[in-house]
């Protein structure tokens, strides 16, 4: 099995096992504690080594002081519950998922959420069969980055 993940407020979780399989996913938990019985939910055992596919996020210019500190807070508690689950973290680029992916980068003339469409429609392609796609669609936005990413590990460690 491995992770992925879409760090942030309106990110996702997702577990793979290696055969391609949804194993399970959800939006980002709201406390460390949620957080840490998701990564123990997912069914691994602490003496198993598993990969975590995290996106590798930065501030951005425009960001306010308050809100990168809270950012950061989550990102390390991410960081911390997959470690504390016995997980191997490996740090992604967006850039580099997408592009592995076949995911073309955002046109000048793309907005946010038409970018996001057309992320959510390429995960749609690889997973057809998950129950994802009966949730709301702001779930399926929060949870199809990270199912990339996850994909984009699995085909990694092949």
């Known amino acids: 099995m491995l992770i992925g993940v879409d760090p942030g407020k309106q990110g996702g979780?997702?577990?793979l096992n290696h055969d391609g399989g949804l194993r399970s996913y959800a939006t980002m938990p709201t406390t460390e504690l949620d957080l840490i019985q998701w990564f123990r939910g997912t069914g691994i055992k602490r003496t198993q080594m598993r990969s975590c596919y995290m996106e590798k996020v930065h501030s951005m210019p425009g960001q306010g002081v308050a809100?990168?500190?809270?950012f950061g807070v989550g990102y390390g508690g991410?960081?911390?519950?997959?470690?504390?689950?016995?997980?191997k973290l490996i740090d992604v680029r967006p850039q580099a998922w997408q592009k592995a992916m076949g995911v073309s980068p955002r046109k000048k003339s793309e907005s946010k959420t038409e970018f996001k469409?057309?992320?959510?429609?390429?995960?749609q392609q690889l997973f057809p069969d998950s129950c994802l796609w009966t949730c709301n669609k702001k779930?399926?936005?929060a949870v199809c980055d990270a199912?990339?990413?996850a994909e984009y590990g699995r085909r990694e460690e092949k």
């Open 13 to 15: 979780l997702v577990c």
């Open 78 to 87: 991410l960081r911390m519950a997959a470690v504390a689950c016995g997980m």
């Open 147 to 149: 199912m990339l990413i």
């Open 117 to 123: 469409d057309r992320l959510r429609g390429m995960a």
């Open 67 to 70: 809100s990168m500190f809270t």
């Open 139 to 141: 779930t399926q936005l």
